[in-house]
């Protein structure tokens, strides 16, 4: 994933900094940002203070994009985070192989970060099951798997029929967005392997979330959640 970053970076003209230390995450220094990943982030990794430090820089009209680890079920003590940015909660993948070949499909293809991919097309990866939908929590879907091309050969269905989410790509989603405050967030449980940065289809979609959460793509918002 890193590499795709740099490439992003390179090809954008975009300045980049990656860091593993959370004390970047105070006013001064997020105000100098126009755009932060989570890159597999995982685990308790803010203190208190440095969350409110981003919640306040992403709702004041900050870009987020969160990939795979980064919506895992150890930001459970951070309610804003958990309940406003990723919704529902991860309950578990498959073990036995971690890897499966499903078909992935397109949900909502008129929205600007969808333009360009097909309305299904197969990958390779480590796939997230989650204990409710994203639309529960006020967030736009735009991605789901198919559940039932997970195989008795090539997934622990014991386990699968637990977590089971649904028969259609619309019950599991994948891939999810909202639009907290003034900001703007993309979710997307691709991305355990580096080799999903390689996919062609991924790439358009990960290039095509940067113009939309930077607010370069759908300036009015039309790609947010609707609210009632």
């Known amino acids: 994933a890193d590499k795709f970053f740099v490439e992003v970076s390179r090809e954008r003209e975009y300045g980049i900094f990656t860091t593993v230390n959370s004390a970047v995450f105070?006013?001064?220094?997020?105000?100098r940002f126009d755009v932060i990943v989570f890159n597999n982030t995982t685990g308790d990794a803010l203190s208190p203070d440095q969350e409110a430090a981003f919640q306040t820089w992403l709702e004041a009209g900050g870009a987020w994009i969160g990939?795979?680890?980064?919506?895992?079920n150890t930001h459970e003590d951070w309610a804003w985070y958990k309940d406003s940015v990723i919704g529902p909660m991860f309950t578990g993948h498959p073990?036995?192989?971690h890897f499966h070949v499903v078909r992935v499909e397109t949900l909502d293809?008129?929205?600007?970060?969808?333009?360009?991919?097909?309305?299904v097309w197969r990958h390779d990866d480590e796939w997230y099951f989650f204990d409710s939908h994203p639309a529960e929590y006020g967030l736009r879907p735009l991605a789901g798997i198919?559940?039932?091309?997970?195989?008795p050969e090539g997934a622990d269905i014991e386990n699968l029929a637990n977590w089971a989410m649904g028969e259609t790509p619309a019950d599991h989603p994948i891939i999810w967005v909202g639009c907290p405050g003034e900001g703007r967030a993309f979710y997307s449980a691709i991305g355990h392997s580096d080799l999903s940065y390689d996919v062609e289809v991924y790439r358009q979609i990960l290039n095509n979330a940067f113009d939309w959460v930077l607010k370069t793509s759908d300036e009015a918002g039309a790609g947010c959640p609707v609210t009632e």
């Open 26 to 31: 105070n006013a001064e220094d997020l105000a």
């Open 109 to 119: 293809s008129a929205h600007p970060i969808m333009a360009g991919a097909p309305d």
């Open 95 to 97: 073990l036995s192989p």
């Open 146 to 151: 198919h559940e039932t091309d997970f195989t």
């Open 67 to 72: 990939l795979h680890g980064s919506g895992d």
